[in-house]
């Protein structure tokens, strides 16, 4: 049996539907998402963000106290979105203030991550945890690291 695209990505929403816990947070689900590309970019971001992310930033986009910053609702991620792509790709040195608060852990690069794969985690954060801003593209990502 052969299942349609469109029966792949429902399938794989309803299973990530069911793997999300109880998150403090006031996020959206990506079962929220009606846009189908993006709702796809999103499933994709998900995953990524789980295996390259979380760790430091925690699945709720949290991040740990004093020690690593916060994405979820974070006003450095939200004033800049080419400055995100740019930190994912290269990382970051020095001090920042997020919310409010000051960090000053560097956060590793992830050279290995292609344009796309930065773009689907860019996707997820910037409609799960911020805003509604659609699809962002392997080409925004491209244009935004060469900045």
Request: some cysteine; hydrophobic content about 35%.
């Given at each position: 049996?052969?299942?349609?695209?469109?029966?792949?990505v429902?399938?794989?929403?309803?299973?990530?539907?069911?793997?999300?816990?109880?998150?403090?947070?006031?996020?959206?689900?990506?079962?929220?998402?009606?846009?189908?590309?993006?709702?796809?970019?999103?499933?994709?971001?998900?995953i990524?963000?789980?295996?390259?992310?979380?760790?430091?930033?925690?699945?709720?986009?949290?991040?740990?106290?004093?020690?690593?910053p916060?994405?979820?609702?974070?006003?450095?991620?939200?004033?800049?979105?080419?400055?995100?792509?740019?930190?994912?790709?290269?990382?970051?040195?020095?001090e920042?203030?997020?919310?409010?608060?000051?960090?000053?852990?560097?956060m590793?690069?992830?050279?290995?991550?292609?344009?796309?794969?930065?773009?689907?985690?860019m996707?997820?954060?910037?409609?799960?945890?911020g805003?509604?801003?659609?699809?962002i593209?392997?080409?925004?990502?491209?244009?935004?690291?060469?900045?």
């Amino acid at each position: 049996m052969r299942i349609s695209k469109i029966g792949q990505v429902l399938l794989l929403l309803i299973f990530i539907s069911s793997c999300q816990g109880n998150s403090s947070n006031k996020e959206k689900t990506i079962s929220s998402i009606k846009d189908t590309k993006v709702l796809q970019y999103a499933i994709e971001g998900k995953i990524l963000y789980e295996n390259y992310c979380a760790n430091c930033h925690q699945k709720d986009g949290a991040g740990l106290g004093k020690l690593i910053p916060p994405l979820f609702e974070s006003d450095y991620m939200l004033e800049d979105i080419g400055r995100t792509a740019r930190i994912i790709k290269y990382g970051q040195n020095g001090e920042i203030v997020v919310n409010g608060q000051i960090y000053n852990q560097a956060m590793p690069a992830n050279t290995k991550l292609t344009n796309l794969e930065i773009a689907q985690i860019m996707t997820y954060l910037y409609n799960i945890w911020g805003s509604n801003h659609g699809v962002i593209d392997a080409n925004m990502v491209g244009g935004y690291l060469q900045k």
